[in-house]
């Protein structure tokens, strides 16, 4: 059974900074990684997919990275803005055509 | 290109009802996923139609159920409504399973009383 966690649960930074939020899954046999945000009572927004074959995909500031081989994903904000706040989940979708997702880590950056 | 809707917006219920939710995809989009969110589960799945048919079913009593039609809009019937089925339900749709990307809908807010 797949399964997805994100560390850390919650993060907050000071405007500016660059971070690094991670995501790993114990199943490799994957489809693609895929990272959303989601703001408080909304739906989710997807960021960026990363096919199976892949190693990272970028997108503005964001640039995320997948490492099938071991299991994990990271995505990282460049120079993070008060907007960034959100919670962001992971989710792999794998070839059994079932999608996991983590539980997500809450955001706060201070202005 | 209009994204993934979802009616109602808001839903409250009493214990023992049902409730039917929908959802309509992006256009051209043919898979279609439910899921269930929950602030202490998570996001859960629940099932995915592709082309009419139930592809994939999470671990939800058969209390849950859905369909998708020709046009590729969905919908998912909840029997005899639990306290505990309070929660956000999301669709998502895709081109395809697999290697497409999935497009959210804002999500509809069931609260049962």
């Known amino acids: ?111 | 290109k209009a994204g993934v809707t979802q009616t109602p917006r808001y839903l409250i219920k009493t214990r023992g009802q049902q409730v039917t939710l929908s959802c309509s995809p992006i256009s051209g989009h043919r898979s279609v996923s439910w899921y269930q969110q929950t602030p202490g589960q998570g996001l859960q799945f629940l099932f995915e139609y592709f082309s009419e048919t139930q592809r994939n079913k999470g671990n939800f009593p058969g209390r849950f159920s859905g369909r998708q039609f020709s046009n590729s809009r969905s919908e998912m019937n909840v029997s005899t409504l639990e306290l505990g089925d309070s929660a956000l339900y999301l669709c998502a749709s895709s081109l395809d399973r697999g290697v497409h990307e999935q497009y959210f809908g804002p999500g509809t807010r069931l609260t049962v009383t």
């Open chain 1, 1 to 111: 059974k797949q399964e997805v966690t994100q560390i850390p649960a919650a993060l907050s930074v000071p405007e500016g900074e660059n971070l690094v939020l991670n995501c790993s899954f114990t199943d490799s046999a994957i489809y693609n990684l895929q990272w959303f945000r989601q703001d408080p009572g909304k739906g989710l927004t997807s960021l960026l997919l990363i096919q199976s074959s892949q190693r990272e995909q970028t997108s503005g500031r964001l640039n995320a990275s997948l490492d099938k081989s071991s299991g994990r994903s990271t995505l990282y904000i460049a120079a993070s803005q008060p907007g960034d706040s959100a919670t962001y989940l992971c989710a792999v979708h794998t070839n059994a055509g079932k999608s996991t997702f983590g539980d997500g880590t809450t955001l706060t950056v201070k202005p």
